[in-house]
């Protein structure tokens, strides 16, 4: 039983027939050829499906691809605008906050989501937030490192544009 | 060849080298870009679903059985399955052990531990196939089994190996002077018996393999593993083809760890052996727990341990007994417990010493390569015993090491001589004054109430490449394009480590003087030549030797060439920023890319490979002595924790490292490799664990109680200490960084909790249960 | 990596009524909030509903409402808003520093309350601080809604009270003035991880005497539960470090704790008597008394 559902994904109009039984992340990864967001452990316990869903981060993997019916999905792909990379995916480049790679798109989604909520963050802020994401690699240091700097980046951006106004 | 492309000669030149245009610097890694965009791509993001097979495997429940039957009818009825593959599908060998001839790749016959392939599903759709796995029916008749390793030791009723007559299955010695001499000489002896458990390797990319069948019986084998080339073989023996009709690509991984070393040519053999007997592309992903209950972990061990010193704080004996469990197969076991054996004594100048290792086997999951590769267990309780040793001595556990420590000219307990490339005393002395390690340690030994805290140290070694004799060998393919772009191909793979994206294109930058940005490096791939595994910390060291060899040959071509279009003599040309100049007169140039433009137009060869063979000794297995390996890396670590002397749990509150393994070509990339590594080592100290039923299963194999540190476990992480003590034969000194800082780190951590309670730790792991009970057994209770 | 989520058949609703009529009707089903639980409980095969109703999109039953006395939470109210609600912090804090060591950010976007406590799992960590806290479920179906103590609602491991054609609507929390409230997980690492002990304190101390005095602790038993043992100890008993020490030891006869793969039983035995004494001490401090001993 096919059941078609019509969302936004990373800024445009999607329309798609989907099993009941489907996860949001196999629908992302196989029928419309996103495959930022990974597949860890399968169960919630490392955020690599990570993506937003309505602007707040949620798990693809634990996500009915009938549920987004009607919402807006953003993944890793939809995050870099015009190739513009975001000032998160610049300070993981700039802090080696990358090496295998297969966390990053679930880190740089949930620290751009933070920065936007939060532009001053604490280490233990960043920390904090970021608890739900394995990295096997980086022992973390970058990666918190890069969130401050994206942070910095940020903040020192607005405020020349509020000096402009 | 002409003798100026020699490559020792080269590589002899190139260490002289003083002064670096990109070598030591903190280069951005080439796929920071894509993989930040999430657009690079793995193994399972080439899976098209209906496009191709889909492979599901059926494991085995039973612990030890023989496999009476097996009944596929009511999984053929499932729709879109297209076969139930077994043993006797094989076209090839059904054997894949690394060390022994000992394992199958799909049981055969019996199976040895809960969790081993019985049988491979393939189906058109991925949730058919996995329906149809669980329809497949096995009938075992169970057999008796053995879990525990000192009680395999004994049996001869029970064998996992029948053929083999014992449960041991490898045995390896060192032997040194004379022990008894030595604890005659001892004013102190210590004995303890050690154990340590298993570690998954938790990459977060399980394993993976798309195999695509091409005409005239050739495949080509998109696959997770860390030796493409052995990727390649193990397949080849597999489907029986020749390696030649076989290419193998390892694209980004997500991971390795060691573990794709073992598990990355079996999962490619088993997508590779369904695409061979279907003739459709067959694609096949672990699920975690499949990939916990399958892929080999890091050895469990016993290890007994005897110490003797003078009172002046000089080691004078050590006798050591270690027991690897090694599970049902031997895989790499032999040769892990081989580095164990002659690591056993730590970084140390021991003048007796006895050493025996045994590779036992159980029915329980097998044993693998794992970041520091029996290694870290043996280093863990060769620090365990100096601290002991510190303790009885009344001597600075610091001090005791320094009197000890290995320096140029000094034999080790294999009696090889190390007559360079020896930094290890320096890097602790440096350590030692980073961390404040006296003052701490005087403050923390007196602590308590209910939070203490300790500080421990950890100091280790790890020989570079293979041990003894074992062959080992570098390559790679530079290419000088037309248009000035460089491309090497190199069979290194790219795990996440960062080589073949960056030092090796540093390497390749600094020796031909091409702008860092025109080098794109081609990695993972049977396209290039045979390079060796990306093990052994090898990536940037002896695996990197091949683009340095070859980039050096390409360099002789240019300086020649560039001699004579600007008429002087070879040794006056210096290339850099885009032009080959004269070094007295730089305004005399041509461009880069016009001097590739004449290279072409001339006749000179702008391709070279750059095949090295590292020199070796030999070892006596008979007499236990003789040469191990061509040089060692150092690390050492200094741990502070608190405990939480209530609940037992350690919170490690900062980490100091300390590396002396010769050149460090990129240094931000070492970093990224010492803090990674730290963090696993101190996630396998505190908190991961399997938990083991009475039939040897796993019960948690899964992320949800297989727990791994997060951004909130980990702790801060200082700047590294560097000794930069040059080895000759790695590119301009480097000796390998990979698997360093793990290594030390179970000994660090464990000392400063030892510290912190004034109890030796003996047992792995830290968890808060095991430490409230360590505290509750030596102190006698206090909540 | 692939799962196979057996074939299902997908209903929602859109308000509460259709969804009791749907319960009603409807044999073999689950109910589909957040999602975190069930889908898990479906790739692993310890769920296999035929019908599954998705009642995520139900807005009646997502609010927070502070009535003076009561706070009302509607079952389909985010773990992560209970963390944000000022509501919950001002008035049930004991609730938001649970809620705030739950596990995820992207998790508690996701989880809802009322699948929390009808998942039913002994380690449920919203659990404890509603039972120091007094809080009332309401059960509602086609026959009409009940209001039962959750205290009463756990019935062993994933079994509860709700009947078959029952939904869980709402939690109602009776406002505890004067209260302090405490919470402690341990697990097997900081932070997003299950509980191996938790441990909900609320106290009221009348005159340096508790004047009341509520314990509650999962993981520890086949449901979470509430130590009267302990309560009982402290009841009117001066405030002072060597009662609690002595008293928190009485949480022994309230659980009956297993060995699992996340501890062993002696080990949460111990942990549930010095949580349960850390507890009661941080409780006090809400309240500004200090307690020390040791």
Same mark, same amino acid.
């Given at each position: ?165 | ?5 020699? #490559? ?30 999430? +657009?690079?791509? !793995? ?21 030890? /059985?023989?496999?009476?039957? =097996? ?13 139930? !593959? ?27 531990? /809960?969790?081993?392939?019985? /049988? ?69 002896? @210590? ?36 030796? #493409? ?68 972990? *890091? ?11 003078? *009172? ?21 076991? #032999? ?35 794992? *970041?520091? !590769?029996?290694?870290?267990?043996? +280093? ?17 556990? @610091? ?41 701490? =340690? ?45 491309? &090497? ?123 090295? !063979? ?10 236990? +002595? ?27 509150? *900062? =980490? ?50 297989? &727990? ?22 790695? #590119? ?20 400063? &909790? ?6 030796? @730790? ?22 | ?225 509430? %130590? ?27 659980? %009956?704790?297993? %060995? ?35």
């Amino acid at each position: 039983m096919k059941i078609p559902i019509h969302f936004i994904l990373n800024g445009e109009e999607v329309s798609v027939e989907v099993e009941p039984n489907e996860l949001l992340l196999n629908l992302l990864r196989e029928k419309l050829g996103l495959t930022g967001p990974k597949y860890v452990c399968g169960i919630g316990e490392c955020g690599a499906c990570t993506v937003l869903l309505d602007g707040e981060p949620v798990l693809s993997c634990l996500t009915l691809a009938v549920d987004v019916d009607g919402h807006e999905v953003t993944t890793i792909e939809g995050l870099a605008k015009d190739n513009e990379l975001t000032a998160v995916q610049k300070a993981f480049i700039e802090e080696a906050a990358v090496q295998c790679g297969y966390c990053t798109p679930g880190f740089i989604i949930m620290i751009d989501k933070l920065l936007k909520e939060n532009p001053n963050p604490t280490e233990e802020e960043i920390r904090e937030y970021i608890r739900g994401n394995l990295c096997r690699c980086t022992g973390y240091v970058n990666i918190v490192k890069a969130a401050l700097k994206a942070a910095e980046e940020l903040r020192k951006n607005t405020s020349l544009i509020k000096i402009k106004k | 060849m002409s003798s100026s492309e020699d #490559p020792y000669a080269l590589m002899e030149k190139w260490l002289k080298a003083k002064e670096f245009l990109v070598v030591g610097k903190g280069v951005r890694r080439a796929d920071a870009l894509e993989k930040a965009m999430g +657009q690079a791509r !793995f193994v399972e993001d080439f899976y098209m679903p209906g496009h191709m097979l889909f492979i599901k495997q059926v494991l085995s429940t039973e612990p030890h /059985a023989r496999i009476l039957g =097996i009944d596929a009818s009511k999984a053929l009825e499932v729709p879109s399955v297209e076969g139930v !593959f077994t043993a006797k599908d094989i076209p090839g060998e059904n054997q894949v052990g690394y060390a022994l001839p000992d394992q199958p790749l799909i049981a055969e016959g019996k199976v040895r531990f /809960a969790g081993e392939l019985v /049988a491979l599903v393939a189906a058109k759709d991925f949730d058919k196939a996995i329906e149809a796995a669980e329809k497949v029916k096995i009938m075992y008749d169970p057999l008796p089994y053995v879990l525990d390793p000192l009680e395999a030791m004994e049996r001869k009723d029970i064998l996992v190996h029948g053929e083999v007559g014992s449960n041991i299955a490898f045995r390896t010695k060192v032997r040194k002077g004379d022990i008894e001499e030595g604890f005659s000489k001892s004013d102190v002896i @210590v004995e303890n018996e050690y154990r340590t458990h298993h570690q998954d390797h938790v990459y977060l990319e399980t394993e993976g393999a798309l195999a695509l069948p091409e005409l005239g019986d050739r495949l080509t084998v998109i696959s997770a593993g860390q030796y #493409p080339h052995l990727v390649r073989a193990i397949v080849a023996r597999v489907v029986g083809l020749p390696e030649s009709n076989i290419k193998v690509i390892i694209p980004y991984m997500g991971g390795g760890f060691g573990g794709k070393d073992d598990e990355g040519p079996l999962v490619a053999a088993k997508a590779a052996l369904i695409a061979k007997l279907t003739g459709k592309p067959s694609f096949l992903m672990y699920t975690r727990d499949e990939s916990m209950l399958m892929h080999p972990k *890091r050895e469990a061990t016993i290890i007994k341990y005897k110490s003797g010193a003078s *009172r002046d704080g000089k080691l004078q004996a050590i006798e050591v007994k270690i027991i690897h469990d090694t599970g049902a197969y031997s895989n790499r076991g #032999p040769f892990i417990l081989w580095r164990a054996t002659v690591h056993a004594s730590g970084p140390y100048r021991v003048p007796h010493a006895k050493v025996d290792g045994y590779c036992i086997y159980t029915n329980k999951v097998y044993q693998g390569s794992y *970041r520091g !590769f029996g290694n870290p267990s043996v +280093q863990f309780a060769a620090e365990a015993q100096m601290d002991s040793l510190a303790r009885k001595l009344g001597i600075d556990p @610091v001090e005791l090491r320094l009197k000890n420590l290995l320096r140029p000219g000094d034999l080790t307990i294999t009696g090889q001589q190390l007559n360079e490339s020896v930094g290890v005393a320096d890097a602790v002395a440096k350590l030692a004054k980073v961390s404040e390690w006296s003052s701490k =340690i005087k403050a923390y030994s007196s602590s308590n109430g209910r939070y203490r805290r300790g500080i421990g140290i950890g100091v280790a070694w790890h020989g570079i490449s293979t041990s003894r004799g074992v062959p080992d060998w570098s390559n790679a393919l530079v290419k000088i394009e037309k248009d000035g772009s460089v491309s &090497v191909h190199t069979g290194i793979v790219e795990m996440g480590q960062g080589s073949p994206v960056s030092s090796h294109r540093q390497i390749a930058s600094e020796i031909l003087g091409a702008p860092l940005d025109v080098v794109t490096v081609d990695f993972g791939t049977t396209d290039a030549p045979d390079t060796g595994a990306t093990h052994a910390s090898r990536g940037t060291s002896i695996g990197a030797i091949g683009v340095y060899v070859a980039a050096a040959k390409l360099r002789e071509r240019l300086n020649k060439l560039a001699s004579e279009l600007l008429g002087t003599s070879p040794d006056e040309i210096e290339i850099k920023d885009g032009k080959a100049y004269l070094r007295s007169n730089p305004e005399k140039y041509i461009s880069w890319k016009e001097l590739i433009k004449e290279a072409y137009s001339r006749g000179v060869e702008m391709s070279a490979t750059g095949y090295f !063979f590292l020199p070796k000794g030999k070892f006596n297995d008979e007499a236990g +002595q003789g040469y191990a390996y061509p040089a060692f890396s150092y690390v050492a670590m200094v741990a502070e924790v608190e405990v939480d002397t209530y609940t037992g749990k350690v919170r490690v509150l *900062r =980490i100091w490292p300390a590396l002396a393994a010769g050149r460090i070509i990129n240094p931000t990339q070492v970093e990224g490799q010492v803090e990674g590594a730290a963090v696993q080592g101190m996630g396998y100290v505190l908190m991961e664990q399997f938990v083991f039923d009475n039939k040897g299963r796993i019960l948690n194999p899964n992320l949800t109680d297989y &727990v791994v540190p997060t951004a909130l476990d980990a702790p801060e992480i200082m700047r590294p200490v560097y000794v930069e003590d040059i080895f000759k034969y790695g #590119p301009f000194g480097a000796k390998g960084v990979g698997e360093m800082a793990l290594i030390p780190a179970p000994a660090a951590i464990a000392n400063a &909790v030892s510290n912190a309670l004034g109890v030796q @730790v003996t047992k792995l792991p830290l968890t808060p249960e095991n430490v409230y009970f360590l505290i509750k057994e030596k102190m006698g209770k206090k909540a | 990596m692939y799962y196979r989520i057996p074939e299902i058949n997908y209903i929602y609703a859109m308000s509460l009524d259709e969804a009791l009529e749907l319960v009603e009707k409807l044999d073999d089903y689950r109910l589909l909030a957040g999602g975190t639980d069930l889908i898990i409980d479906m790739k692993i095969g310890r769920a296999k509903p035929k019908n599954v109703v998705d009642i995520s999109r139900i807005s009646d039953l997502k609010f927070i409402k502070d009535e003076g006395n009561y706070v009302r939470i509607g079952s389909l109210v985010t773990l992560q808003e209970l963390v944000e609600s000022p509501i919950i912090r001002g008035k049930a804090p004991v609730l938001s520093m649970a809620a705030n060591e739950m596990a995820s950010w992207q998790i508690r976007n996701m989880a809802t309350v009322g699948g929390n406590l009808c998942n039913a799992s002994p380690a449920a960590d919203s659990a404890p601080p509603l039972m120091v806290l007094n809080a009332k479920l309401v059960l509602a179906s086609k026959k009409g809604e009940r209001e039962i103590p959750i205290t009463q609602f756990f019935k062993g491991p994933r079994k509860t009270e709700l009947r078959k054609d029952e939904l869980l609507k709402e939690i109602v929390i009776p406002y505890e003035e004067g209260s302090g409230q405490y919470y402690i997980k341990l697990g097997r690492r900081n932070a997003f991880t299950l509980s191996v002990v938790s441990v909900a304190a609320l106290v009221k101390v009348d005159d340096n005497r508790f004047s009341d005095v509520r314990i509650a602790l999962n993981s520890v038993a086949p449901t979470p539960v509430r %130590s009267r043992s302990v309560e009982g100890a402290l009841k009117n008993k001066e405030v002072t470090y060597e009662a609690i020490k002595k008293a928190s030891k009485e949480v022994l006869k309230d659980i %009956s704790p297993i %060995s699992d793969v996340r501890a062993s039983a002696e080990y949460r035995r111990e942990m549930s008597v010095a949580l349960t004494k850390d507890a009661l001490i941080g409780a006090l401090k809400q309240l500004g008394i200090e307690v020390r001993g040791e």
